[in-house]
C-alpha cells in the first residue's frame, strides 16, 4: 500500500463470539443477525450470499406463510450486512433488484483444490470408464458437485438433452 505502513498483525480466529475488526458471517442463523448490533459496534459485518429466495424454492420445502416470512428475513439478513460475498456474479443484480446496493456486493469464485481435481492420463481415464461401466467411445460430461435447482442442474439436464450424443 503505497504510502501507507504497510507492517500490520492479522489475528484469525473462528467461530467466536467476540466481536472484531472484521467478522465474516456464512449462514444466516438467526443468532448472527441477532448479534449484529455487537458485531458492528467494533468493526464491520460481512456476510456470504449462498443462495436467493427464487433458487432456494425447489430445496426449501416450507408452507406459503412460513416461506415468504423466510424469504423476508433472508432478503432483511443481507442489507443488514456491512458488505456481501458472493460465488454467484449473477447473484449481484438478483440482490440489487432486492434494493441491496451491488457495490457493497462482491464475486468471488469458488476455489478448486487441484489436488483432488485434476487432468489424468489416458490410461487412467480407461480404468475410471471401466470402473463406472462408461463406454469408452463416447465423450462424458461428469458433474462433481450439489445436485440442487440453485446450482444449475437443470440446466444442466436441458444441455445433456441437446447434445445426446455426449
Known sequence: IEGKDTDFQMKVVVNSARPADITHIHTVN????????????????????????????????????ARQAFYSYLISFYKSMDRLVTVNPCFIPKLAAYGIDENKVTYIPNYV??????PVDEQRKRELRKEYHLKEDVFTVVCAGQLQTRKGVFEYAKLAEQLPQM
Open 30 to 65: 438467526p443468532e448472527f443477525f441477532l448479534r449484529l448490533p455487537a458485531i458492528k459496534s467494533k468493526g464491520i459485518a460481512v456476510g456470504s450470499v449462498h443462495f436467493l429466495p427464487e433458487t432456494v424454492d425447489q430445496s426449501l420445502h416450507l408452507p406459503s406463510v
Open 113 to 118: 483444490s487441484s489436488k483432488q481435481f485434476y
